[in-house]
Antibody, heavy 119, light 108 residues
Framework: QVQLQESGPGLVKPSGTLSLTCAVSGGSISSSNWWSWVRQPPGKGLEWIGE???????NYNPSLKSRVTISVDKSKSQFSLKLSSVTAADTAVYYCARVKWSSGWVDYWGQGTLVTVSS | EIVMMQSPATLSVSPGERATLSCRASQSVNSNLAWYQQKPGQAPRLLIY???TRATGIPARFGGSGSGTEFTLTISSLQSEDFAIYYCQQYNNWPPLTFGGGTKVEIK
């Protein structure tokens, strides 16, 4: 059973950079999957941020592309999200997730972590 | 980017009754559509993929149908644990993956 666990600061200052890591266990990060980030502002819907394959290939949401970097560390079986120049609008629960190669749907989710942007 | 629209925003249903949720895509997504259930404080859970295939462990009372731009999630007889928010998501034109705004199923 694949398990995903997000970690990182719960509070980020405006104009700063949000940094989160997702630890993958119960399966290989080098398997045929896209490792993704999805966020959900309080009381709102889901927004896909982007994804990375173990080769390092990435795809990003065009609406966030200029501010997002997703990376992978296979040696630690984890992948990471960096979102720069954050504002209050970036306050959300951030989920890491797995999308099987060529499937398109999310079959595993992390529990989510709330990140608040505030001074 | 394909825009996904769900209706209604809120659906009030009595336990044991049937619930019908709609999802519409701004252009055809063929059958490349998934449904998720989300309960308060929890991550979403995959219910349906391929518009009509139930994910592992999902009860038979959950059914998906549709193709192209119009999709439906039907819960045949609502149980107490089914009151939640439901999201549709397309993966036909991916990236990006896009989600609908959700339908909240509440107790009538």
């Amino acid at each position: 059973q694949v398990q995903l666990q997000e970690s990182g600061p719960g509070l980020v200052k405006p104009s700063g950079t949000l940094s989160l890591t997702c630890a993958v266990s119960g399966g290989s990060i080098s398997s045929s999957n896209w490792w993704s980030w999805v966020r959900q502002p309080p009381g709102k819907g889901l927004e896909w941020i982007g994804e990375i394959y173990h080769s390092g290939s990435t795809n990003y949401n065009p609406s966030l592309k200029s501010r997002v970097t997703i990376s992978v560390d296979k040696s630690k079986s984890q992948f990471s999200l960096k979102l720069s120049s954050v504002t209050a609008a970036d306050t959300a629960v951030y989920y890491c997730a797995r999308v099987k190669w060529s499937s398109g749907w999310v079959d595993y989710w992390g529990q989510g972590t709330l990140v608040t942007v505030s001074s | 980017e394909i825009v996904m629209m769900q209706s209604p925003a809120t659906l009030s249903v009595s336990p044991g009754e049937r619930a019908t949720l709609s999802c519409r895509a701004s252009q055809s997504v063929n059958s490349n559509l998934a449904w998720y259930q989300q309960k308060p404080g929890q991550a979403p859970r995959l219910l349906i993929y391929g518009a009509s295939t139930r994910a592992t462990g999902i009860p038979a009372r959950f059914g998906g149908s549709g193709s192209g731009t119009e999709f439906t999630l039907t819960i045949s007889s609502l149980q107490s644990e089914d009151f939640a928010i439901y999201y549709c998501q397309q993966y036909n034109n991916w990236p990006p993956l896009t989600f609908g705004g959700g339908t909240k199923v509440e107790i009538k």
